[in-house]
């Protein structure tokens, strides 16, 4: 019913409708007078949209009974009072939306007890008070929380760090005071900052270098000041000093209760970060019934289709996984909502997820993933039509991608992930080819909604695939997966992205295999292991001077043996990459073999791995 100028008060009969109603949308029209109480009744809601009308008085104390509600959206009406303590009670929110209204007085701290809420935006109200810590280290926000054009006093709390996942924070026209908290160094995904119109004093926080997708960065209007040593390091983001409110609405995506939704390209990367629980019915549309037209890949979790969903056609990917065990879809749900909380931009996002039965009423499991429109790595290095390869700062850019997208799986996730399958198909490439990694977490979610009981250890033990899984003696049997187990699948996807080899090669046999090919080549002869497709991209004009010996040895501790024999390869192109060579090939070789050591305690860590491909990237640029 929303978008239909409908006028006039909401009557208490729409407590009548249907009990198992789940979504009541009435957002953008005219309707005035307050909320009915008895809205209540509707228990059942998974949608609530009531935006963009002439709602008056509070909002009402009983909405925390929705306790299925997934979404509520009262902005942009006329809603005075406090916001209710109660909406703590929402126990599966994942978006609040209660700006522009009139709203008074404190922020409730059991907002706090929202574990799954990942959109807050309580902007452009009178809300006043110190800002919580129990909701601003909510750790599920991981898309935006918008506090701005309020009245909201004391400090930005040192709990900020704890938003390891939020994607944007505002906080302007505020009246905050203090210094801006050393923590947010901690926000890793953190890509939009705004805090101008503030009282904050001291020095800007030097462990924002550390949070390399900053794009905007917004402190006009602050007494704040550039720490000198601010600049000493090599940053990755742009700091913009933004003159003029700069609104989050212009990059979050366009969803459903808004005024002017702009119309998607079905060819187009999607832009949603979320969709609430879909079912098989919806799915089976996207696909046109699953048609093998539809399919673009498959593994061993499963199958996944190109899908097209709603009206915005909107682009997703959706992998229909293979789990054996009957009644698996509590323990599956149970997951899918905790992979779907954990955020980074160089992780492919999980948007939804469905458990339901399909139309033979087999059990039907399937995970809702953002399209990726340039495929996959695999599909670049090794296509059949080579009139578009990979050039080499592209490869050191996924590289580093990559990289980061371990590291944080690894050491910033409140529990560890262990990929346990990373290889070139599950790297897949936006439609700026930026790299994403797809596939985290599935294997936790395999094991986990597989078990068969208490008493019987599980059968299912995912061992990765030939050619990228560490050493046998790694996954033998009762021994789980590990870092070290990613980190080598790493080492050998690098040695690939730059020599064009699949590890799996009828040439590697009888212990000699990927890593030693590398090994055996470098420093003197590398040029003549290099993929061929990326020898045809090197560009006329040299990169910078050759780097110093401190600057290549990056990795050290090797004496190696050359023993590969020469190739022949064209010496024009040879002499256009040999500038290249000291200053990052060498060096990032080098990575991927300290990566693919055999014993793990050899490996380097991710940390490591980061800091290194950072620097060479800056040094090539």
């Not at 009541?24 to 307050?34: D, E, H, K, P, R």
């Not at 939020?166 to 210094?179: H, K, P, Q, R, V």
């Not at 996954?475 to 699948?489: F, L, M």
């Amino acid at each position: 019913m929303s978008l239909n100028n409908f006028g006039g008060v909401l009557p208490n009969s729409i407590a009548n409708l249907s009990t198992q109603l789940t979504r009541l949308y009435l957002g953008v029209n005219q309707i005035s007078g307050t909320i009915p109480a008895t809205l209540e009744n509707l228990n059942n809601l998974i949608v609530l949209g009531m935006q963009a009308n002439l709602f008056t008085g509070a909002i009402p104390t009983s909405f925390g009974k929705f306790q299925q509600l997934q979404i509520l959206a009262l902005d942009e009406n006329r809603l005075s009072g406090q916001i209710p303590s109660s909406i703590g009670n929402l126990s599966q929110l994942f978006q609040l939306y209660f700006s522009g209204n009139k709203l008074e007085g404190s922020i409730p701290p059991s907002i706090g007890d929202c574990q799954y809420l990942q959109y807050m935006d309580i902007s452009q109200n009178s809300l006043s008070g110190d800002i919580r810590p129990q909701f601003i280290g909510l750790s599920s926000l991981s898309v935006l929380l918008n506090l701005s054009q309020n009245s909201l006093t004391g400090s930005l709390s040192v709990g900020v760090g704890k938003l390891k996942n939020i994607n944007a924070l505002e906080a302007s026209e505020n009246n905050l005071t203090g210094d801006s908290p050393e923590t947010m160094g901690n926000c890793l995904s953190l890509e939009f900052l705004y805090l101008q119109g503030n009282l904050f004093q001291g020095i800007i926080p030097s462990s924002l270098a550390s949070v390399n997708g900053l794009r905007r960065l917004d402190l006009h209007k602050t007494t704040l000041s550039w720490n000198c040593s601010f600049h000493s390091f090599n940053l990755e983001f742009i700091i913009a000093l933004v003159v003029g409110c700069s609104l989050l609405f212009s990059f979050l995506p366009a969803l459903y209760w808004r005024r002017k939704p702009k119309k998607k390209s079905p060819s187009a990367v999607s832009s949603i970060n979320f969709l609430s629980k879909v079912s098989y019915e919806t799915l089976y549309k996207a696909t046109s019934g699953f048609i093998p037209c539809t399919l673009i890949g498959s593994g061993s979790f499963g199958s996944v289709y190109k899908g097209v969903l709603d009206k915005e056609e909107n682009v997703v990917a959706i992998k229909v996984l293979n789990l054996q065990q009957k009644g698996a879809s509590k323990s599956f749900m149970a997951e899918c909502n905790a992979l779907r909380n954990i955020r980074h931009r160089k992780l492919v996002k999980i948007l939804t997820c469905c458990s339901s039965v399909d139309y033979n009423g087999n059990e039907f499991n399937s995970v809702v993933f953002e399209y990726m429109s340039n495929g996959s790595l695999e599909e670049w290095l090794h296509r059949e039509n080579q009139s578009r390869s990979l050039n080499l700062h592209q490869r050191v850019n996924i590289a580093v991608d990559v990289a980061s997208a371990l590291y944080y799986l690894h050491d910033h996730c409140e529990q560890p992930i262990v990929h346990c399958d990373l290889k070139p198909s599950n790297v897949l490439l936006d439609n700026d080819m930026i790299a994403h990694v797809g596939d985290f977490g599935l294997a936790r979610l395999i094991s986990t909604t597989t078990h068969s009981s208490e008493n019987q250890s599980s059968t299912v033990r995912i061992k990765g695939t030939i050619g990228y899984v560490a050493p046998v003696a790694e996954y033998a049997i009762g021994v789980e997966p590990s870092r070290q187990g990613d980190i080598y699948s790493y080492g050998i996807l690098v040695l690939e992205m730059f020599t064009g080899r699949r590890p799996t090669e009828e040439m590697f046999k009888d212990g000699f295999n990927l890593h030693n090919f590398v090994k055996m080549a470098i420093p003197e002869r590398v040029v003549q292991i290099l993929d061929p497709a990326l020898l045809a991209t090197v560009e006329e004009k040299a990169p910078p001077a050759a780097a110093t010996e401190n600057e290549v040895n990056y990795v050290s501790g090797y004496n190696i043996e050359i023993n590969a024999e020469e190739e022949n390869i064209n010496s024009e192109k040879l002499g256009k990459m040999s500038p290249y060579v000291s200053k990052c090939i060498v060096p990032i070789l080098k990575i991927g073999l300290a990566c693919s050591e055999e014993s793990p305690k050899h490996r380097m860590n991710m940390q490591d791995v980061t800091r290194d491909l950072h620097h060479i990237r800056v040094d090539i640029r």
